[in-house]
């Protein structure tokens, strides 16, 4: 399974940004589909995801700006970024996990896009 991300750019502070991952390959499902972020000199955080069910997780310093958002039919999960901060730089990546056709386990990472948001 390989995942696709884009949409990452320099933005100014207020501005908005959407981040696009598609998912390809020997799908059969996919469990729970989102974005991390990593900024330099930290380590790899959650920012949202969609799990089964459709329950939403968001990382507490993006509630309310950041909205994740899945199109099942295209394998393609959405990150809509509003209000960024300049404490949002980082690079974004992308995750999902489910299982394959071959009925095996996946827990697979976009490269990663990166989001710079200037004051």
């Known amino acids: 399974v390989q995942l696709q991300a884009s949409g990452g750019g320099l933005v100014q502070a207020g501005e908005s940004l959407r981040l696009s991952c598609e998912a390809s390959?020997?799908?059969?499902?996919?469990?729970?589909m989102g974005w991390y972020r990593q900024a330099p000199g930290k380590e790899r955080e959650l920012v949202g995801v969609?799990?089964?069910?459709?329950?939403?997780y968001y990382e507490d310093s993006v509630k309310g700006r950041f909205f994740v958002s899945r199109d099942g039919a295209k394998n393609t999960v959405y990150l809509e970024m509003n209000n960024v901060k300049p404490e949002d730089t980082a690079v974004y990546y992308c995750n999902a996990r489910g299982i394959t056709v071959q009925r095996a386990l996946y827990d697979n990472w976009g490269q990663g896009t990166l989001v710079t948001v200037s004051s």
């Open positions: 969609i799990g089964e069910g459709g329950k939403i």
């Open positions: 390959g020997s799908i059969w499902r996919i469990n729970r």
